[in-house]
């Protein structure tokens, strides 16, 4: 009897063992080792499943993407090493990242340039295929492009004047040379940071005061650290994802056009869902307590506010970007707003 108690409960672990590994799919042929900040359990994250299966379906398994989530292989400047290093083949990138290996595409996300969405998607669908040419002669493959949103600023106390603004800690992500030339402007000293260390130094008060997207805010709880959001956006901030030609060559040509026929609907879903995410976390920020700091359009303040982005952009000629590709995304610009005089700002009411 005793043997025949063991027999059924062997069968049954074997049964088991056997559904288990019948579920688990089959390792693809090429694994593409990605990182990102989205965070896990996210929309974001529901999206890059999605597409990682229809790629392995229509390759019929011969490429697969795995996606480490909410910062695990740390920030951008992290994965972008990890990659040169080989123990990661791509990731998704704001324009941060981007910027460190084709400092052109940040003319993309000029500070107080753009007044909405659709301003952003005209210009940019503009630059794309340049910035694509860019990635490829250093090495990489843009898998699709997607955003952030529009950032904000957020603080502690009302910052409603430059000597105010003067006065406060600001957070600089790491070598950002385009947030640099921005505070240098301005006159500020900025605490340059990575990402992954901002929540912590918000709670130590090493920073407090730092941008993001009303969503990043509620995603990552900065918000919980500040009392206060901006009335006018900074800038918006473009994302994509990359990956190295030393993996892409081991994909077969066929199974290639099948990526980048596929990806480009999942990254534009990315955006409609980045566009809701931060539309929804406003009323999340306003519920928890944070104040909206209204800026007068009419006052000297916000008259030096753009005096120094043009000033920034302009000195920022020869070291991230050519005068002609500035020259044509204000082209591109001036284009759009000509075609549709009832452009306006995207605030925070």
Not at 45 to 60: L, P, Q
Not at 78 to 87: F, I, N, T
Not at 237 to 266: C, E, F, G, M, N
Not at 312 to 339: I, M
Request: net charge positive; proline share 4%.
């Amino acid at each position: 009897m005793k043997f025949f108690r063991l027999f059924i409960v062997s069968c049954f672990i074997l049964l088991f063992f056997c559904v288990t590994v019948q579920a688990r799919p089959p390792k693809p042929r090429v694994m593409v080792k990605i990182a990102t900040l989205a965070p896990r359990g996210s929309e974001i994250m529901k999206n890059m499943e999605a597409m990682d299966r229809e790629i392995r379906k229509k390759t019929g398994n011969e490429v697969g993407f795995k996606v480490f989530y909410g910062g695990v292989q740390g920030d951008e400047n992290d994965v972008l090493r990890k990659m040169r290093m080989g123990q990661l083949n791509g990731g998704a990138f704001t324009g941060h990242g981007l910027g460190q290996l084709v400092p052109q595409v940040r003319v993309m996300e000029l500070p107080y340039l753009f007044w909405n969405y659709d301003e952003v998607d005209y210009v940019r669908s503009h630059l794309y295929k340049e910035m694509e040419k860019l990635f490829d002669k250093k090495g990489y493959v843009v898998i699709g492009w997607d955003e952030v949103g529009f950032i904000y600023n957020f603080s502690k106390i009302p910052i409603t004047s430059i000597k105010i603004a003067r006065s406060q800690k600001w957070w600089m992500w790491e070598g950002d040379a385009l947030s640099r030339a921005m505070f240098h402007e301005f006159g500020i000293t900025p605490v340059e940071l990575s990402f992954t260390d901002v929540m912590t130094s918000l709670s130590t008060r090493l920073v407090d005061s730092a941008s993001i997207t009303p969503y990043g805010a509620v995603a990552f709880r900065w918000y919980t650290r500040f009392n206060y959001i901006s009335e006018y956006p900074t800038t918006n901030v473009v994302a994509a994802t990359i990956v190295s030609k030393r993996i892409w060559k081991k994909i077969s040509p066929k199974s290639q056009d099948i990526i980048l026929k596929v990806a480009p609907a999942y990254f534009k879903q990315l955006s409609s869902l980045a566009r809701r995410q931060n539309y929804e976390s406003v009323a999340v920020l306003k519920k928890s307590g944070i104040k909206v700091v209204p800026f007068d359009e009419k006052s000297n303040e916000l008259s030096f506010v753009f005096k120094a982005a043009k000033n920034a952009r302009e000195k920022l000629v020869g070291e991230l970007y050519s005068q002609k590709l500035l020259d044509q995304t204000l082209a591109l610009l001036a284009e759009y707003r000509k075609a549709h005089p009832e452009s306006h700002v995207i605030k925070i009411e």
